[in-house]
């Protein structure tokens, strides 16, 4: 289940389309923020100039009565005095006898009040009834609609400016991904930082480039030590081959000598079968070889028959279930590289029992009933390979096994108790 949940790509996020959700909410709340300060600086406007004209009143009234000894009628038909709290209207005393300090009241059918208190007199209040003369609250709706429309228009626009931004943003860093992106090794571009421009992009390419040439001389190092040593171990392997075979042909036999030419032979054959498999994973053309239907018997057979000299002189039978007459979908030369270190190591670690090959539902399986493998390192096999780490551990063969399985996508299995038993899936049962 962790390796499912590593393996899993993470799902892709557009730069572009990053940039043009995030402008189009900014601007969304810029004008929800700037809608709402509107409306209250409206409100705030008309209290203002309605407060002012009862001040205006109350001034009036004030002098006139300092004057005659007499309340003069309010000159404003909406405008009343009121001599106690309970003479107030029905419909604001209860609101203001709550609550004395307030000056705004709201009535029925849309009534709305202003009051005010003349501070030189006691128990004098001159109240407006404003409903006929408010501006702002009867169109407040149309208001709302109006900076509603107007804040969808600003977002439409917010989106056509930030999918430019975003366009123009993200255009560079497509190029750059296309321009290495899949890349092989032998066609790394050599120079192509300069035709970006000279910003964070510009940096992130250049690094890019300077990182691709380090590689691309690395990965020219690692060809050349390859086709080196490649020829010097098998140069050296068919020098001890001939020699061996001379030796036999020319020189008195003894049981002592036929065992250590024998010992020398089978170390010579065992050399060159490792130089041909780490040459196999070594070489990159072996990743692009197109997959194909391979009979498996022919390969399993043909690999039973290299290696049988490690079961000269032991008691151990190779048995190959009639369920291996199958085939698989895969790279014949990396198939047989596999069966080839699968059954080596079987073979040369079982003394006595057998090496039993199935295979089923598309999954090959290989049990022996050798000496088996401790638990940490059988966990280790499976495990995936992290970058530099070491495969030693738990035997040269099978960190080959571990390492093509993973270069091929192939799933490993190991199983130790009395024996081992180690299995490979082959994936998909059928060509894409």
């Not at 289940?1 to 899993?8: E, F, L, P, S, V």
């Not at 003349?118 to 609250?137: G, I």
Request: glycine residues 6%.
């Amino acid at each position: 289940m962790k390796n499912k949940t590593q393996n899993k790509p993470e799902k892709f996020h557009s730069l572009s389309r990053s940039i043009v959700a995030q402008f189009c909410i900014f601007t969304l709340v810029l004008s929800a923020i700037y809608g709402l300060f509107s409306f209250m600086l409206l409100y705030q406007l008309e209290d203002n100039f309605i407060e002012r004209e009862v001040l205006q009143e109350a001034t009036y009234l004030n002098a006139g009565f300092t004057q005659s000894g007499n309340w003069p009628l309010p000159r404003n038909d909406f405008m009343a005095l009121y001599f106690a709290k309970d003479d107030l209207p029905a419909e604001i005393r209860p609101q203001y006898i709550a609550e004395p300090n307030r000056k705004e009241f709201y009535g029925a059918e849309g009534r709305h009040y202003h009051l005010y208190k003349l501070p030189e007199q006691a128990e004098v209040y001159l109240v407006a009834e404003v409903s006929k003369r408010l501006l702002v609250r009867p169109i407040s709706g149309g208001v709302f609609k109006f900076m509603l429309i107007s804040g969808l228009v600003l977002a439409f626009i917010a989106f056509l400016i930030a999918w430019a931004l975003g366009r123009k943003t993200a255009k560079p860093l497509q190029q750059l991904a296309d321009l290495v992106d899949g890349v092989a090794p032998e066609n790394i571009p050599a120079s192509f930082a300069h035709q970006f421009p000279n910003n964070e992009i510009g940096i992130l390419a250049r690094t890019l480039e300077q990182t691709m040439q380090r590689i691309n001389l690395a990965l020219e190092r690692e060809k050349c030590f390859t086709r080196d040593v490649s020829h010097e171990l098998r140069t050296s392997t068919a020098i001890i081959k001939n020699s061996v075979e001379v030796y036999q042909a020319t020189k008195p036999s003894t049981q002592e000598t036929d065992n250590i030419v024998s010992r020398i032979g089978d170390a010579s054959m065992q050399m060159e079968h490792t130089v041909t498999i780490l040459l196999a994973l070594a070489r990159e053309e072996q990743t692009l070889v197109k997959k194909e239907q391979v009979a498996l018997l022919p390969l399993l057979e043909q690999s039973i028959i290299d290696n049988s000299h490690l079961l000269k002189e032991k008691a151990v039978k190779v048995i190959v279930n009639d369920n291996c007459e199958a085939r698989v979908i895969g790279q014949q030369g990396m198939l047989k590289v596999l069966l080839d270190n699968l059954l080596s190591n079987a073979f040369q670690y079982t003394e006595v029992g057998e090496v039993n090959v199935s295979f089923n539902d598309g999954q090959l399986m290989i049990a022996d009933t050798g000496p088996g493998i401790e638990a940490d390192i059988s966990n280790k096999i499976t495990e995936p390979m992290v970058k530099g780490s070491q495969s030693t551990g738990y035997g040269f063969g099978l960190s080959i096994v571990k390492r093509l399985c993973e270069h091929q996508n192939w799933r490993l299995t190991v199983r130790s108790n009395k024996g081992t038993s180690i299995s490979v899936a082959f994936g998909d049962k059928k060509l894409p």
